[in-house]
């Protein structure tokens, strides 16, 4: 089966710091993948690239076997992407707002039309669709924002930190609907800070630290490679991230 995403000796530096370094990993179809790591990291301009807003420096993006540099619209089709921050038009309803993003995706008027009840419904903003959305609370604007990024059914879904701001309710229907979403076929990528919902949803994690892969597996695979069986995803995390003087010595770290 052909990965839904794979990454190989991917690379962009940024002045003098290298940012993703050599980057080399594979996310498989119908999968919740986290991709972890410290602030700075990489996580953010990696997922920037898969979603064709930065353009790497060196090294390969595929795309369920789409080469995102040579045919980036095809590639584009097949992924959605949402930014921790929603972005939206504040001056339209969730309803315009999502027929606007539908139309740009090309999806017919009479299905789109569907989906985003469809949509609005699921996340509890039906009885909102005729408000604007400069009113909305945070959790409001992600949950449309994450509607739009829905709205042309992609095979692969990036989140950079969905649940930043949102409170245990609608953190809880974000991660609802996101299993949902791999239960019916779909992968997902999500980055996160907050380490419990990881190790709660995810089927995989890989952590990076400096741009580079460090390790990858289930959390039992994590858990054997620190020799710490039964840890929590905190602990074998800031194992796996602890301070590395030659890295702390490398200008390019």
């Not at 139309?103 to 039309?113: E, T």
């Not at 980055?191 to 580079?212: F, K, N, P, S, Y």
């Amino acid at each position: 089966m052909t990965d839904a995403l794979s990454l190989t000796g991917l690379t962009k530096t940024f002045g003098a710091k290298r940012a993703v370094d050599n980057l080399t990993l594979n996310v498989r179809q119908g999968e919740l993948y986290g991709l972890l790591g410290p602030n700075g990291a990489g996580k953010t301009t990696t997922l920037r690239m898969v979603a064709g807003l930065l353009k790497p420096d060196a090294g390969r993006i595929e795309v369920f076997g789409t080469d995102a540099l040579a045919e980036p619209s095809a590639a584009k089709r097949l992924i959605a992407w949402a930014p921790d921050e929603p972005m939206l038009y504040d001056r339209l309803n969730p309803l315009e707002y999502l027929e606007f993003v539908a139309g740009l995706w090309g999806v017919p008027a009479k299905a789109a039309q569907a989906k985003a009840e469809e949509l609005l419904r699921w996340l509890g903003l039906w009885d909102n669709r005729g408000e604007r959305c400069e009113g909305f609370s945070r959790g409001m604007k992600q949950k449309t924002a994450l509607a739009g990024a829905l709205i042309h059914d992609p095979s692969l879904l990036i989140l950079d930190e969905p649940l930043t701001g949102l409170d245990a309710a609608v953190a809880r229907q974000v991660k609802d609907l996101l299993q949902e979403r791999v239960k019916g076929g779909a992968t997902v990528i999500l980055t996160t800070h907050i380490l419990e919902v990881a190790e709660r949803i995810a089927d995989r994690i890989g952590i990076i630290q400096h741009g580079r892969l460090v390790a990858e597996g289930t959390l039992d695979e994590l858990r054997a490679r620190t020799g710490e069986a039964g840890a929590t995803l905190e602990d074998v995390f800031l194992e796996l991230t602890a301070p590395d003087e030659s890295h702390a010595a490398s200008p390019a770290a």
